[in-house]
């Protein structure tokens, strides 16, 4: 099975809340990742763990918390987010170093609304 | 960092047609996968493709990496291949570098009935 899963499927939020993205993936992989994608343009990546440590983050403002719990696991946790943060959130996984194979597998994503 | 360019940037097809896609990339890379954005915004695997060809029903792919190009092809199109295309890469790098995919601006495909 090559399934990523994220809930919700859809967040509208205010600027002062607080809320978590979430990801899971039952193939074994030991790499994962956030993209960010802005209507019209190609995905852009954000944060990637691996073996559940942070491994590239592309200079993303700290209003935007990754945190990975276990292998199959990533949380993307949002605080005072401005409107242009709105967009659809894409999770990934794929093999981990010495796993082999690098081919990602993204999730359905998540469209956020920030008001 | 990689430079991904993708041509065309629209394409209206019969149905019927047969199409050619085109991604060019500017640097030796051990990753380039094709991907299907549908409507609603899922990314689905087409191909993982550094090199050489592979073909999946209607669809076939071949990536020359000595001379860093791939091509998408799409025979007898559908309306339902209609969507934006992708090709993505990640560059031969040891370390992180290995895991960034960096994508093209796409390709948007609209195959008319």
């Known amino acids: 099975d090559t399934e990523v899963t994220q809930t919700p499927k859809h967040l509208v939020m205010g600027m002062t809340n607080k809320k978590s993205l979430k990801c899971e993936q039952h193939?074994?992989?030991?790499?994962m990742y956030w993209y960010k994608q802005k209507a019209k343009k190609p995905p852009e990546l954000m944060f990637v763990?691996?073996?559940?440590?942070?491994?590239i983050n592309e200079s993303v403002p700290s209003r935007f918390s990754p945190e990975c719990p276990n292998s199959s696991l990533l949380n993307l946790h949002l605080h005072a987010l401005q409107p242009e943060d709105s967009a659809l959130y894409l999770c990934?996984?794929?093999?981990?170093?010495?796993?082999?194979?690098?081919?990602?597998?993204f999730g359905p994503g998540t469209r956020l609304t920030v008001t | 960092g990689i430079q991904v360019e993708q041509s065309p940037p629209d394409l209206i097809l019969q149905e019927g047609a047969n199409s050619t896609l085109r991604c060019n990339f500017s640097?030796?890379?051990?990753?380039l996968q094709w991907f299907h954005q549908n409507p609603w915004g899922q990314l689905i695997n087409l191909f993982y493709?550094?090199?050489g060809t592979k073909q999946n029903g209607r669809l076939s792919a071949t990536t020359v990496a000595t001379e860093r190009y791939s091509l998408l092809y799409i025979s007898s199109s559908q309306t339902t291949d209609s969507g934006v295309y992708f090709c993505?890469?990640?560059?031969?790098?040891?370390?992180?570098?290995?895991?960034?995919?960096?994508f093209g601006k796409g390709t948007l495909l609209t195959v008319n009935p």
């Open positions: 990934a996984s794929s093999q981990g170093p010495g796993q082999g194979g690098h081919e990602q597998y």
């Open positions: 993505a890469v990640a560059l031969r790098r040891s370390g992180g570098s290995n895991y960034k995919l960096t």
């Open positions: 763990y691996s073996y559940e440590k942070l491994s």
């Open positions: 640097d030796s890379v051990n990753n």
């Open positions: 493709i550094p090199s």
């Open positions: 193939m074994g992989h030991r790499a």
